[in-house]
C-alpha cells in the first residue's frame, strides 16, 4: 500500500491522528503536495461520499472522515499556495435567510471539500445581500442555497435575482433541501438542483464542467 493510499485508508476511517502522521511522514519524503491532496485526502473523502449516497454509511462517519480530511488539509494549506495546485472551483454556500437549518447544507460543503472543491460556508440565516457580497468578492464559480422550510425556500429566488442584478450572470446556483424540488429549482432559474449532500457534489462538477467547456 502507497502513502497515499494509507492516507485515503485513513480518512475513510475517520482516524485523525494517523491522517496527520501519514501526511507528515509523506511531506517528509518529498511525496508531492498535490499527490497527498489528491490521491490520498481528496481520494479518501470521494470513497466516503459514495458510500454516504449509497446509504452504506451514514452522518455521523461522515463527519469524522471530514475532521480527519481537515487535519491533513491544515497541514497541507500553507504548502497549497506555492505548489501550482489548483481547486475544482470556488463555492459560496449557506442556508437561506429565515431558516436555521444546517446539518445537510454542512454535510454539502465537507463533501465538496473533499472533492477538491474550496469552499465559502456563510452558514445559516444568510440574507440575499450576503449571498451577493460573497460571491463577488471570493470570485465564486458557485452558489449554493439550502432551505428545510417552505416558508423560506421563496427566499432562494431572491438571491439569484441579486446575483444578476450584480452582473454575476456566469455564476451558477445549486440549491437544495427538503422542501425543494428540481422543478422548482427550475422555476426560480437555478441552473442545479441537488435532492441529496451527495448528489450536491455531482452536481457541482457538472456544472463546472459545463461552464469551463
Known sequence: MTIFEKIADAVQKGDSEAVEMLVKEA????DPVEGILNRGLVEGMNVVGIRFKNNECFIPEVLVSAKAMK???EILKPLLAGSGVKSRGKVVMGTI???LHDIGKNIVAMLLQGAGFEVVDLGADVPVERFVESAKKENADLVGM???LSTTMVNMKEVISGLKGAGLETVKVI???APVTGE????IGADGYAPDAASG???AKRLLEIRTA
Do not use: I
Not at 511531506?27 to 518529498?30: C, V
Open 201 to 203: 457534489v455531482d452536481v
Open 71 to 73: 487535519m491533513g488539509m
Open 175 to 177: 440549491v437544495g433541501g
Open 97 to 99: 435567510r429565515g431558516d
Open 184 to 187: 422548482y429549482a427550475d422555476k
Open 27 to 30: 511531506l517528509s519524503t518529498g
Open 146 to 148: 439550502s432551505a428545510l
